[in-house]
């Protein structure tokens, strides 16, 4: 598959996955379930097409990013299976492994810098604060407003991936070393 095409799955995933994963008041509980499990398969197919827009980056933290989102797919379905709530878990693995691509989009110049920062700043605190939230050692406002800027950068980032794709890579992190 080609780069502009990885990069319009992954734009359409985060769009899908925005509206699967946003919260729905009042939700029957089998379509509650339907929706963790298209979250879980939009996080499976961001998973594979951002590595495919980053590997060349640097290979080693693109496939770091690949099983942190795999991960969260995962236990999205592991959270229907057993009829619990994985989402402090798997949203760690997310924001650790979206912390991941920001970097690499942001190193490789493959999105504007200043929307890659945004991703990157976002994803990095949410990778901080849910820990935290998981130990108490933080409350869910400080957390629901965090994830503002993950917000923003999902949106953008993904009719960004839709009009433009993405640039040529800058630089190759693997060809310093």
């Excluded at 509980?29 to 495919?52: K, N, P, Q, R």
């Excluded at 942190?68 to 009829?83: D, F, H």
């Excluded at 990778?127 to 406002?141: F, H, V």
Aim: proline share 3%; hydrophobic share 55%; with cysteine.
């Amino acid at each position: 598959m080609t780069v502009r095409t990885n990069a319009r799955i992954a734009g359409a995933a985060y769009l899908l996955y925005i509206a699967a994963a946003f919260p729905k008041p009042n939700v029957d509980a089998h379509i509650e379930t339907l929706f963790t499990f298209i979250s879980g398969i939009c996080a499976l197919l961001l998973a594979v097409s951002l590595y495919a827009i980053t590997r060349e980056v640097d290979n080693d933290i693109a496939l770091l990013g690949l099983v942190c989102r795999v991960s969260e797919g995962v236990l999205a379905g592991a959270a229907i299976m057993t009829k619990t709530s994985a989402f402090m878990v798997g949203g760690s693995f997310f924001a650790i492994g979206s912390t991941f691509f920001c970097y690499l989009l942001y190193r490789g110049r493959l999105i504007p810098l200043w929307l890659a920062m945004v991703g990157l700043l976002g994803s990095a605190a949410m990778a901080i604060l849910l820990p935290l939230e998981m130990a108490g050692l933080s409350t869910g406002k400080i957390v629901a407003y965090a994830w503002v800027p993950i917000g923003i950068f999902e949106v953008v980032v993904a009719v960004w991936f839709l009009i433009k794709g993405t640039y040529s890579p800058q630089i190759s992190l693997n060809e310093r070393s």
